[in-house]
């Protein structure tokens, strides 16, 4: 059983010796969702599963395990004749546990994750005074909190082996306070993110017009008061504007994470508003060119201000 990170491509491969064609099942959390024939091209038969599992998987800011994953079953039956014909040659079973993250490039093809492996990628954590968070990962419930009193300066180690060392910083910000980002990062688990000092928020509304008629017949007249040019379907998005605190260089992953995210939500006070990274270029800091490090980032919120929802 492999954990598979499905927005990067996923390949099922049948290439036994004389194979012409091959049938693949898809199952997901037990329900058979696909099957799929091919013809063989040199006695081999790739198909290519991520898309068609990872629209199965489903986020939300209030789920209970940071990393919302699904099981997947495959099947690849291997024929001696075209489209499915002639006699069964091999089968090959293979189960699977698709996460909706990602591969990087450098890396291999069908990119994967370890058991028991820490799913975030930044040790640094900057945290508010008297905040409790957490560290995902996939073995033991999903999580591990970094309660309310955990101070400045902590060392946490995290894992099994290898232990993962992190290192708790406490942000004390009494004139503007903080925000928390929740973000889906490439190990496909959502992971907090705190921005601190000054934070800006802009409006941008649209509409559109048309010129009434607002004479009076009955009394060949017209008021004055009336509005000729008539606004309607008025609206408004918001953008959220953070800064990061001073942080260290290996924070730059992290950053590139939520740059890339597909999942983000922030929230300021009690209110949590689902949001996307705008910032679409950004130079990474480092601290022999730049010493200090921090980060200016932008997000659109991707509700309307009037409610609309029909």
């Known amino acids: ?85 002639g006699s069964v040659i091999n089968t090959d079973i293979n189960a699977d546990t698709g996460f909706d993250g990602y591969g990087l490039f450098t890396g291999s093809v069908n990119p994967t994750i370890p058991s028991s492996q820490i799913l975030q990628s930044n040790t640094d954590i900057y945290l508010p005074p008297d905040t409790a968070s957490y560290i995902p990962y996939n073995f033991l419930g999903g999580k591990y909190t970094i309660a309310s009193t955990v101070a400045d300066g902590t060392v946490i180690g995290v894992g099994l082996s290898p232990t993962i060392y992190f290192t708790v910083h406490r942000v004390c910000d009494p004139k503007f306070g903080s925000s928390k980002i929740t973000f889906l990062n490439r190990f496909g688990a959502l992971q907090e993110m705190y921005f601190f000092h000054k934070s800006t928020e802009d409006i941008t509304t649209t509409s559109e017009s048309y010129k009434r008629n607002i004479f009076d017949y009955a009394n060949t007249n017209y008021s004055n008061t009336d509005h000729q040019m008539q606004k309607f379907n008025t609206n408004a ?74």
Not at 246 to 273: D, R
Not at 294 to 308: K, P, R
């Open 1 to 85: 059983m492999a954990n598979i990170l499905l927005r990067s491509p996923q390949y099922k491969t049948a290439s036994t010796s004389g194979v012409a064609s091959a049938k693949l099942t898809i199952s997901i959390d037990s329900v058979l969702r696909y099957t799929i024939i091919k013809n063989a091209i040199n006695n081999r038969v790739v198909f290519e599963i991520s898309e068609l599992c990872r629209d199965y998987i489903e986020h939300y800011f209030t789920q209970t395990n940071p990393a919302e994953t699904i099981s997947i079953n495959t099947t690849i039956t291997e024929y001696n004749a075209a489209n499915g014909g």
């Open 237 to 310: 998005a918001k953008k959220t504007t953070l800064n990061t605190p001073f942080v260290a260089e290996q924070f730059n992953e992290a950053i590139e994470e939520l740059m890339l995210s597909e999942y983000v939500w922030l929230t300021q006070g009690s209110v949590t508003h689902p949001v996307t990274p705008s910032t679409k270029s950004l130079r990474f800091k480092t601290s022999v060119n730049d010493k200090l490090v921090q980060y200016t980032i932008e997000f659109d919120h991707t509700s309307s201000v009037i409610n609309n929802v029909r």
